[in-house]
């Protein structure tokens, strides 16, 4: 799991999560002893609007972070989880409403008021329709696509066409040899993927020279071959190395040595 490559907009359904959980404690219904109910006593609705909810935005935070999360009923699992926080946020529209439901003849047969609605109801509405919304517009929103911890900077900058120190995928830590025994990078030795002196690279761009970069945002790595189905995702908040260039668009190497096309090279930060 890739913490960094979280957006802006799964920190909103983060913090909405913590406080639809907080919710969940605080009293259904407006009155004052200790027998007050909460969220807790009643099973249906604590499952259905505030577990439904957390849940909801657990699965969209891992499936942000794995690289090929699985499938839940034919839907990936971030897509199953948008589904129920939209399903806790209407559970929560129509409880606030009529919260005490088939009871409201109950109280009037006895001439008693129905309750007033409690923290509990009204802070698990707001927490519950600010989730579903961010779980909506995360992939919709730029602002809220951007990741949540920037990527970190080279210690130094590098001049453009120079090799960084060492470090694949982090600048300046030790660079892993194809043969996987680590390696300090050393001037005028080529990066992982660069062809060596005297053999002739593949479709060369120009001058191009290898550099780190980093993606502003969670982007696929298709196969050099054409072939649509990503092999790999770049997370923002790791470096990466650009090891060609092919029009507008970049061959990238990735940790663990698959290359790849990256397509979209929009807002790339170069290390």
Do not use: C
Request: aromatic share 10%.
């Amino acid at each position: 799991m890739n913490i960094r490559s979280l957006t802006r907009g799964d920190g909103v359904v983060i913090g909405a999560a913590v406080l639809l959980f907080i919710a969940s404690f605080l009293a259904t219904f407006d009155g004052d002893g200790d027998e007050i109910p909460n969220a807790w006593d009643n099973l249906g609705l604590v499952m259905s609007m505030y577990i439904a909810g957390i849940a909801g935005a657990a699965l969209i935070v891992v499936a942000r972070a794995l690289p090929q999360p699985p499938k839940v009923a034919g839907l990936d699992l971030g897509q199953f989880g948008v589904a129920l926080t939209i399903f806790s946020a209407w559970t929560a529209f129509w409880t606030i409403i009529d919260p005490m439901g088939a009871f409201d003849d109950i109280f009037s047969a006895f001439g008693g008021n129905e309750p007033d609605t409690g923290a509990g109801l009204i802070l698990g509405l707001i927490a519950a329709l600010v989730l579903a919304a961010a779980a909506v517009a995360t992939p919709l929103v730029p602002a809220l696509k951007g990741p949540l911890v920037p990527a970190a900077r080279p210690a130094a900058p590098q001049p453009y066409g120079a090799q960084p120190p060492g470090g694949y995928g982090y600048p300046g830590a030790q660079q892993a040899s194809f043969g996987g025994q680590p390696q300090q990078g050393q001037p005028g030795q080529p990066f992982p993927g660069q062809p060596q002196q005297g053999q002739p690279a593949a479709a060369p761009a120009g001058d191009f020279s290898p550099f780190w970069f980093a993606v502003p945002v969670p982007r696929p790595l298709f196969p050099e071959d054409g072939s649509p189905t990503p092999i790999a995702e770049l997370a923002p908040g790791t470096w990466y190395l650009a090891v060609e260039q092919r029009g507008q668009a970049l061959v990238a190497q990735t940790q663990d040595g698959r290359r790849g096309v990256l397509q979209d090279t929009s807002g790339i930060q170069r290390g």
